[in-house]
């Protein structure tokens, strides 16, 4: 009697274990799915915000190069190699640029630019684009009005045809993370905006340059604008 009793005992706690293992490990992938889900919604927050973030700063620097501009130097900017070619280019090219005046403004939501002091006064639209290192704009709200914007002519003249054409012909070298190097002109479409009040400047980069260290970054051509209005 007492044998089967502790045989029914035995049965019991097996089948009790076996609700438990059952329970545990339905709870288990419960609380996997809830982190999954509770995971995948900070991410798609932290887009969001770090979205918000750097359209606010693209939007203030944008708003920062409304105004008159005019022309202050012309300077190429070494850092793999000597550019004394480039640089004699650039002298030249900073004695035409002498009075040369730039104005951006904004309408209806577009962004428009022309020069000013030329016969023909050639203008254009634009766009721009934030530029940042990692998970933070370069500008930052709080911080002294400073930062760069990528800058992007969509159509009329190209006021970086007018200032850096004295490039044109000259090739640079592109490093790509597979290891791959190319070789292009440089194009004077592609350039940055910096700005540090009073001044702006509008930068082209150089590309790369092989040295006995390995791949180097040439430089950039920098040419500075101060602000008369």
Not at 161 to 190: C, M, N, P, W, Y
Not at 193 to 219: K, N, T, Y
């Amino acid at each position: 009697m007492h044998f089967q009793t502790d045989r029914i005992k035995a049965k019991t706690l097996i089948s009790f274990s076996i609700l438990m293992l059952a329970f545990t490990g339905c709870t288990s992938v419960e609380y996997q799915q809830m982190q999954n889900e509770r995971d995948t919604r900070r991410e798609v927050y932290e887009d969001a915000r770090r979205k918000e973030v750097f359209k606010r700063s693209r939007d203030v620097l944008s708003d920062d190069m409304l105004g008159r501009w005019e022309f202050l130097e012309l300077v190429v900017e070494e850092s793999g190699g000597s550019e004394d070619i480039l640089k004699a280019k650039a002298a030249l090219a900073a004695t035409k640029l002498k009075g040369f005046r730039l104005r951006f403004w904004r309408s209806s939501g577009s962004y428009y630019y022309r020069v000013e002091n030329l016969i023909a006064k050639p203008y254009g639209t634009y766009t721009t684009g934030t530029v940042y290192k990692g998970e933070e704009p370069l500008y930052k709200s709080g911080e002294p009005r400073s930062g760069r914007l990528r800058f992007y002519p969509i159509s009329g003249s190209h006021i970086s045809d007018l200032i850096f054409g004295f490039t044109k012909g000259v090739h640079k070298q592109v490093f790509f993370g597979d290891g791959e190097v190319r070789t292009t002109q440089i194009a004077t479409k592609s350039m940055e905006v910096s700005m540090e009040a009073p001044q702006l400047d509008l930068v082209l980069d150089l590309g790369m340059v092989l040295s006995p260290d390995g791949w180097l970054r040439r430089g950039n051509i920098r040419c500075s604008f101060q602000r008369i209005e």
